[in-house]
């Protein structure tokens, strides 16, 4: 397998940057969450977190993983968020027509393996039967967790990814 050059493989990336910073006006940002808002939602591609809160660049700090899940990893960046980047407010955001949600941990790696060979049973893909009861898991999870700095507000509300409605989920 031959390597290609980054320019060759992302063209569109590199032209739309070129764009991007014709116009780039966010050299005053720092790290600081303004809004004090870290969301956890899916890398599914048509969420737009920023557009669907009503923020921009440098509100929140956004933390994308397969199902919107509260990992390890997402913990992790919780504790950096919260003692050192000013996240108050954490929003637990999965959303409908989930794929992480369409079929249970077997299925999903005898898919994988279907459509590419790849025997992916090593690794934990974190399907979710019950969206609901998994964000439920999750709130209860991060706002037990003794790591976070005192006081941060967990929330969940699930995107409705056909009417683009945050509908706030109560636990």
């Not at 279907?114 to 998994?134: P, Y």
């Amino acid at each position: 397998m031959s390597m290609k050059s980054f320019t060759s493989e992302f063209p569109d990336v590199l032209a739309g940057n070129a764009e991007f910073s014709l116009s780039f006006d966010g050299s005053n940002l720092t790290g600081i969450a303004r809004k004090g808002i870290a969301v956890v939602t899916c890398i599914d591609s048509r969420i737009d977190p920023l557009a669907l809160m009503g923020m921009q660049a440098g509100d929140m700090k956004i933390l994308r993983n397969a199902g919107a899940r509260v990992t390890e990893d997402v913990l992790r960046t919780l504790v950096l968020a919260s003692h050192l980047l000013g996240v108050t407010r954490v929003l637990i955001m999965p959303h409908t027509d989930c794929r992480m949600a369409s079929a249970d941990e077997a299925e999903m790696h005898a898919e994988i393996l279907r459509v590419s060979g790849i025997d992916s049973r090593g690794i934990e893909i974190r399907t979710v039967s019950d969206q609901r009861a998994a964000l439920e898991l999750d709130i209860t999870r991060v706002r037990s967790f003794p790591l976070l700095a005192p006081g941060v507000a967990v929330g969940g509300a699930v995107y409705h990814v056909d009417t683009g409605v945050l509908e706030p989920v109560e636990y």
